[in-house]
């Protein structure tokens, strides 16, 4: 692949990395065998629905709605679950907890939740707070929750966050490790600089993220490098259940979530509160062909004026989607 190519696929990327990242798109599987296409989830090879069913959504909505959607996504094929131990104070993990003990779903799930703590205490009690609420003895991934703050990965690493989660994978209790965050990708190249081999980083992924500290241009092209598995979210730009790219720049789901699986990246995570969301997600995912270049240059292109400065990503520019625990934990009022 030439340099002009390379630029074309994503811009201000190298040639190799955008290699890398062509080789990533090269290795979806076909929906035929397993509903969705699949991706491997970094130096692991561990494949996953290229779309994940968000906890945060499915906490939202009354239960057995949530159950009756997250029932039909495992059988259309979207199997791997997103979750967090503070989302909705526990009551995601739980009523996913529910969904998955029903005719052994769990089997069939590829299962992530997150950590909030910092410290080896911490950490182990929501590692076991999780697996009580998900009526499960084992985490497929686990990651820490919301490196949103400068200081973030050194308390991990520090306080005994880390030693703890090294300790779960020992005891068969977690088996890949990683860690999320939506603030700044200077954060993320931070917690991929330490002397630790992440399974996985979740990030933001959208068609605005490429103008305003974007994550698709500083950090997946490092996660590709050393083999770190890239989970995307905020894709419709977060905001009310229909998404704020839709609601504000009149873009479409379809839009915004084809551009997200065009990115090298190995699932994007969807939220989703309705059975006519989720058929639309899967519908989506089933049928996906990457764009061509210069229909992602195109769409960026459109929404630039209304990037640049972060007003449509308000979890990069402003503290609205930092979470409670996190902004107690980081000295912030809550």
């Known amino acids: 692949m030439n340099g002009t190519t390379a630029s074309r696929r994503n811009f201000l990327w190298s040639a190799s990395g ?113 697996l009580r609420r998900l009526k499960t003895d084992h985490l497929d991934l686990w990651q820490f929750h919301e490196m949103v703050y400068d200081d973030a990965p050194d308390m991990v690493f520090e306080r005994g966050g880390i030693k703890a989660a090294i300790e779960a994978r020992k005891q068969g209790k977690v088996r890949f490790i990683g860690f999320t965050g939506h603030k700044d990708p200077r954060i993320h190249l931070k917690m991929l600089g330490k002397p630790f081999e992440w399974d996985s980083a979740q990030m933001p992924s959208n068609v605005m993220d490429a103008h305003y500290r974007s994550f698709q241009r500083e950090v997946m092209p490092v996660c590709l490098r050393k083999k770190v598995g890239v989970i995307g979210m905020k894709g419709l730009g977060g905001g009310a259940k229909q998404g704020r790219l839709i609601e504000k720049l009149g873009l479409t789901a379809e839009q915004c979530y084809r551009y997200c699986l065009s990115l090298p990246l190995t699932s994007q995570v969807m939220g989703i509160t309705s059975m006519e ?26 929404v630039k004026d209304q ?28």
């Open 277 to 302: 969301q989720l058929k639309a997600d899967v519908a989506l995912a089933r049928n996906f062909k990457p764009m061509t270049p210069a229909e992602m240059e195109a769409f960026r292109a459109r």
């Open 18 to 130: 955008a290699t890398l990242g062509d080789n990533l798109l090269a290795q979806t599987t076909s929906a035929s065998a397993t509903g969705l296409p699949q991706r491997p989830l970094g130096r692991g090879g561990q494949k996953v629905s290229i779309a994940c069913l968000g906890g945060w959504h499915i906490g939202s909505i009354p239960d057995a709605e949530a159950i009756r959607i997250m029932h039909a996504a495992i059988d259309e094929g979207m199997t791997f679950f997103d979750n967090a131990w503070d989302y909705h104070n526990g009551h995601s993990e739980e009523v996913m907890g529910k969904a998955l003990a029903m005719d052994g779903r769990r089997n069939r799930v590829f299962l992530m939740t997150k950590n909030c703590e910092r410290d080896y205490a911490g950490s182990m009690r929501h590692l076991e707070d999780s």
């Open 307 to 334: 990037a640049v400065s972060g007003q449509h990503e308000l979890f990069k520019s402003t503290q609205i989607y930092d979470g409670p625990h996190h902004r107690k934990q980081h000295g912030f009022d809550v």
